[in-house]
């Protein structure tokens, strides 16, 4: 999430000498917001100032160098199971999805014979016109392959079904100039042969991330109407595999602003138009589940994907750190921002990944070394499945726990074991996670106050949390990102493969109140829906939402699976087992 690329205003400054960040800001926010910061920050900073760090030594592995450290450690491979296999080629996604460069030519993707795209249209029982808005990924390649339909006839779907249903629920903001274009070239590739991994697959992208040539705008009226001058690198990526960039979705504000967005309005969720989607993501999770788009790229700074995903009866993935380049993305905290694909089974998001994966040259979080560690498999014979304690079901409603357990029994059922895992107490993992994402949030705006009335509400909130947060307080907290993650892997991961958990601990809220219903206790939001997302985005380990079932509201519920660094398909391989013996990814919100 490049510094600038939102064009954000210039810094305050006085005379020669740029102000601090709290000196610009406190006025424009005023003594009552400040007060209420003030409030919240009392807490969280009370209970991290009484665990004081000693002095640092290279040696303690208290320094922020050291969380680095941790992600370079090498991973043996994964070892493969049966091949989830690319709907229209001959190898199997580790072999002909490899991540690239943006502005590298992408090897072809060999065409399958005819018998095998025969019986892959007849297993998919793919929609016939009218009803494309229902495929996948996995579904839309394979009746490409088929010759069933075209990418053309997918791009003109969505677009009237955009038209048609779009406002409904404010997901999407515009449709994309060169979709049709860019569909028709997808369309002439398959008939001559020469389809790439992703050929006319049609994305949506959350409006934090640079398409060349459009209006990207953080959701804001800060930015106006800010054209993006290049594509962002995942969106880079996706393209050169042939996807379609298809429409700009939407966001709160700056990927951390409040529900009622003041650009745009807030984005409804296809289950009840009266609650919310949960975000930052908003736009992603509510296209896909109103089957407006089959594909999307969202950003996760505290549960971003995974929120709307779980809301929304989505799949999200949030990748391990580092993974996707943040470059060509507004950013909101550069020390917690992930990147990930967004979908609606595990399956799909283990053929977009790879596409993904890797350094650009420009982000200098990205990581080397993601070569594929092999197909993934559904079965899960001897897999390690860890089973939480407290953290994380606590403040969940009792029907989240009911779907969280017959998801373990799943498991069980697809060969895997279940292991007690003792997470301890989380309460410092998430009070640090806010204290660096509220830090780093108002840094990125300190020229903010020269049109602070050009801010919603809720973002300025944020920012006075942000404010309030002294030098030490963060540094404090970047220091324990390490410790508290190398303590945690060894807690979650010492005995087990991966960690199940609840999604978030109640269904969507609805948008006039924003209170969380935990077994008829009214709760605040903030105070619940992050509790099992923020962990992991402090410590930057993989973490996938799936859909788990609907509660007595007919609203989604949700599980999440974490692995550790560099397993995502760790993560996605637990998913396909879920997904391969459930039906809840294919429940469709109604009307």
Request: net charge negative; with cysteine.
């Given at each position: ?93 580790a072999e002909s999805s490899r991540a690239e460069l943006p502005g590298t030519q ?486």
């Amino acid at each position: 999430m490049t510094t600038g690329a939102v064009g954000e205003p210039a810094a305050v400054t006085t005379g020669a000498v740029e102000e601090p960040a709290g000196v610009a800001w406190g006025p424009a926010l005023g003594g009552e917001r400040m007060a209420a910061a003030r409030g919240w920050a009392g807490e969280g900073l009370r209970r991290s100032r009484e665990r004081p760090l000693p002095l640092p030594t290279p040696a303690d592995g208290s320094e922020p160098a050291h969380f680095a450290a941790l992600l370079a450690r090498p991973v043996a491979p994964e070892p493969a199971g049966p091949a989830v296999r690319h709907p229209a080629a001959s190898r199997s996604v580790a072999e002909s999805s490899r991540a690239e460069l943006p502005g590298t030519q992408l090897a072809a993707a060999p065409l399958a014979a005819a018998q095998l795209a025969a019986a892959q249209l007849a297993a998919a029982q793919l929609p016939v016109a009218g009803q494309l808005h229902l495929a996948g990924v996995t579904g839309l390649l394979a009746g490409f392959a088929a010759g069933a339909f075209t990418p053309t006839d997918v791009v003109d779907e969505l677009t009237a079904r955009i038209a048609e249903r779009g406002a409904r629920t404010g997901a999407v903001l515009r449709v994309l100039a060169g979709a049709a274009d860019a569909a028709a070239e997808s369309s002439a590739r398959w008939r001559a042969g020469n389809a790439r991994p992703l050929e006319g697959v049609p994305f949506g992208v959350k409006d934090v991330l640079d398409v060349a040539g459009a209006v990207v705008t953080s959701g804001s009226r800060v930015t106006g109407d800010r054209i993006a001058a290049t594509d962002a690198t995942a969106v880079a990526r996706w393209r050169a595999a042939g996807a379609v960039p298809l429409a700009m979705l939407a966001t709160s504000e700056f990927a951390c602003g409040a529900p009622q967005n003041g650009r745009y309005g807030a984005v409804r969720n296809p289950w009840d138009q009266r609650r919310w989607t949960g975000g930052s993501s908003t736009g992603s999770g509510a296209a896909l589940a109103d089957r407006l788009v089959p594909l999307a790229l969202g950003t996760d700074t505290a549960g971003s994907i995974r929120l709307p995903s779980a809301w929304c009866g989505t799949t999200g993935l949030k990748p391990t750190y580092g993974r996707v380049p943040r470059t060509g993305v507004a950013t909101l905290s550069w020390t917690l921002d992930h990147v990930g694909p967004m979908a609606r089974t595990a399956e799909d998001l283990a053929l977009v990944l790879p596409l993904l994966s890797g350094p650009d040259g420009v982000d200098p979080s990205a990581l080397t070394g993601y070569d594929q560690p092999g197909p993934l498999s559904p079965d899960l014979t001897g897999l390690r499945v860890g089973v939480p304690g407290s953290w994380f079901t606590d403040c969940v409603d009792s029907q989240v726990l009911l779907a969280f357990e017959a998801a373990l029994t799943v498991l069980v059922d697809a060969g895997a074991q279940l292991v007690p895992v003792a997470e301890g107490d989380l309460q410092p993992v998430f009070d640090e996670a806010w204290t660096i994402l509220y830090a780093e949030l108002a840094s990125g705006h300190e020229g903010g106050p020269q049109r602070a009335g050009l801010y919603d509400d809720g973002l300025l909130d944020r920012l006075s949390r942000g404010v309030v947060i002294g030098a030490t307080d963060y540094l404090r907290a970047l220091r324990r990102r390490a410790s508290v993650t190398a303590e945690l892997a060894a807690r979650l991961f010492g005995g087990a493969d991966v960690l199940l958990t609840p999604g978030p601990g109640a269904r969507a809220p609805l948008l006039a109140d924003l209170l969380l219903d935990v077994d008829g206790e009214q709760l605040p939001m903030l105070s619940v829906h992050s509790r099992n997302t923020v962990p992991f985005d402090l410590t930057g380990m993989p973490a996938l939402m799936l859909p788990a079932g609907t509660d007595d509201h007919g609203m989604p519920m949700a599980v999440q699976v974490v692995a550790p660094h560099h397993r995502d398909e760790l993560c996605l391989r637990v998913g396909l087992a879920l997904q391969a013996r459930t039906a809840h990814h294919r429940a469709v919100p109604p009307g």
